[in-house]
C-alpha cells in the first residue's frame, strides 16, 4: 500500500494548490481587469485543454508508463503557475490554460485522475476499494479546504503594508513549487504500478481510436460516460472560481472572506467523505450516489435567492455536507463494474465525459454573471437544475442493475 499512500498524498498536495488558486484566481483576473466572460473563458479554455489531454491519456498512459506520465503532467502544471503568476498577455493565458493545469475548481478535472483512479482500483477489491477511493477524495478535500485558507493570507499580509499585487504573484509561486513536489513524488511510485506489457488491451480500428479501447465494457461505460457528461456540464457552470466570482461580484466578498468561506466548504465536503463507505455498505454504491446528491443540488438553487452573503454563504456550506458524497462512491462503482484490464481506459473514457460536458459551461457562467444578470444568481439556479435531472436518469438507467453484479466488480 506505499504506492497508494504516495497517490493520495499526491492527489492531496495538487489539491491544496488547485484550492488557492480557485480562490486567488478570480480577484487577481479581476483586478488584472478581465471581465467576467474573458474569465469565464479561460476556465473553458483550461477545461478543454484537460479534455484533450484526458483523452491522450487514455490511449497512450499505460505504454509511455504512468509513472513518466504524471511527471510530464506535474511539471506542466509548474509551467502554468508560474505563466499566471508573472505575465499577463491575455493570448498568453490563454495558451498555458490550454496547455497546462489550472487548478479552478474543487472538483479535478485535469489528466491525473484516470491514471491514479486506475492504480489505485488495483489497490484494493470490494468495500476495501471503495474506502480506499474516499480516504483519496478525503485527503484532497482537506487540502483543498487548506488551500482555499492559505489564499486569505495576500490580503493579511497587504495589512501590513506588503504589495498585494506581489502576495498574489507569490501565490502563484506557490502553485508551481507543489507542482514540482508531486513531480517527485510520482517518480519515486514502484514499477508495481505500471501496466504490464502484455496485459495491455489491443488497439481497435483507426475510426473508433477517438476514445481508448474497451472491448469488454464499451456499453456501461459509454452510458456512465453520457450521464456524467451531464453533470460535469451543470458543474462546470459553479466551478470554485466562478463561484468565488458570483459572491466577489453579488455580495461584494473580499479575499478574506472567500479564503474562509471555501475553507469551511471544502472541509465539510472531506468530513462528509467519511460517511461514504459506510452509506455504500448500507444503501448500496447507486442509491448512495443518488440519494445524498438530489437534495444538495435542490440546496444550491437555493442559494442565489438569498438577500445577504452570510445566508448565501450558510446555505452553501449545508449543500457541501451532501454535494461530494457521490464521488468516491461513483469512482468506486465505475471500477466495479469495467474489466481489470479496462480500468485506466474506463477512467479516460468518464473523465472525458466530464471534461468534454464541463469545457463549454464555464463561459456561459461568465456571461450571466456580467451586469444586472449577477442579481439573479442564473448559473447556480442552471446548475442545481441540471444536476437533478441527472441523478434522476442516472436511476432510472442503473436501478435495475443488480447489486450482486457490483459486488462480483468489486472483487476484481
Not at 332 to 340: E, I, K, Q, R, S
Not at 380 to 394: E, R, S
Request: charged fraction near 10%; charge should be positive.
Amino acid at each position: 500500500m506505499r504506492d497508494g499512500r504516495r497517490i493520495i498524498l499526491m492527489r492531496g498536495l495538487r489539491q491544496g494548490a488547485y484550492g488557492l488558486l480557485a480562490v486567488v484566481l478570480a480577484i487577481a483576473l479581476t483586478r488584472d481587469g478581465f471581465s467576467p466572460a474573458a474569465i469565464g473563458a479561460l476556465v473553458a479554455v483550461s477545461l478543454v485543454g484537460d479534455f484533450l489531454g484526458t483523452l491522450i491519456i487514455g490511449h497512450y498512459a499505460d505504454r509511455w508508463g504512468r509513472r513518466r506520465t504524471l511527471v510530464a503532467l506535474a511539471l506542466l502544471m509548474a509551467l502554468t503557475g508560474l505563466i499566471f503568476g508573472f505575465l499577463h498577455w491575455y493570448p498568453l493565458l490563454l495558451l498555458a490554460a490550454f496547455g497546462g493545469t489550472l487548478g479552478t475548481s474543487n472538483s479535478e478535472t485535469a489528466p491525473f485522475l484516470p491514471i491514479e483512479q486506475a492504480m489505485l482500483g488495483s489497490q484494493g477489491s470490494g468495500a476495501g476499494r471503495t474506502a480506499l477511493f474516499a480516504r483519496y477524495n478525503l485527503v484532497a478535500s482537506i487540502a483543498g479546504a487548506c488551500g482555499a485558507l492559505i489564499a486569505g493570507l495576500p490580503a493579511l499580509l497587504a495589512q501590513n503594508g506588503l504589495p498585494f499585487d506581489t502576495l498574489l504573484a507569490g501565490a502563484f509561486c506557490l502553485y508551481a513549487l507543489v507542482a514540482l513536489v508531486v513531480a517527485w513524488q510520482a517518480a519515486r511510485l514502484s514499477t508495481v504500478v505500471e501496466v504490464k506489457a502484455g496485459a495491455l488491451p489491443e488497439q481497435g480500428a483507426l475510426w473508433w481510436r477517438l476514445i481508448p479501447p474497451l472491448p469488454h465494457s464499451r456499453g456501461i461505460v459509454a452510458r456512465l460516460a453520457a450521464l456524467f457528461s451531464v453533470d460535469a456540464f451543470a458543474g462546470g457552470l459553479i466551478g470554485q472560481t466562478l463561484l468565488a466570482l458570483f459572491f466577489h461580484l453579488r455580495f461584494g466578498a473580499d479575499l478574506e472572506m472567500l479564503a474562509a468561506l471555501f475553507f469551511c466548504a471544502n472541509l465539510l465536503s472531506a468530513l462528509s467523505f467519511l460517511a461514504a463507505p459506510w452509506l455504500a455498505r448500507r444503501f448500496g454504491l447507486l442509491n448512495t450516489m443518488v440519494f445524498t446528491h438530489l437534495p444538495s443540488n435542490i440546496l444550491l438553487m437555493l442559494v442565489p435567492l438569498m438577500p445577504t452573503f452570510p445566508l448565501a454563504a450558510a446555505l452553501l456550506l449545508v449543500r457541501q455536507c451532501l454535494s461530494q458524497l457521490d464521488v468516491p462512491t461513483r469512482q468506486a462503482y465505475t471500477m466495479a463494474l469495467v474489466d481489470p484490464s479496462e480500468r485506466t481506459a474506463a477512467a479516460s473514457v468518464t473523465s472525458l465525459a466530464r471534461s468534454a460536458g464541463s469545457a463549454t459551461s464555464p463561459i456561459l457562467a461568465g456571461v450571466l454573471l456580467q451586469g444586472p444578470l449577477i442579481v439573479l444568481g442564473l448559473p447556480l439556479l442552471l446548475a442545481g437544475g441540471l444536476k437533478a435531472a441527472y441523478d434522476v436518469a442516472l436511476w432510472a438507467v442503473f436501478h435495475r442493475v443488480p447489486e450482486d453484479v457490483v459486488t462480483k466488480g468489486q472483487e476484481g
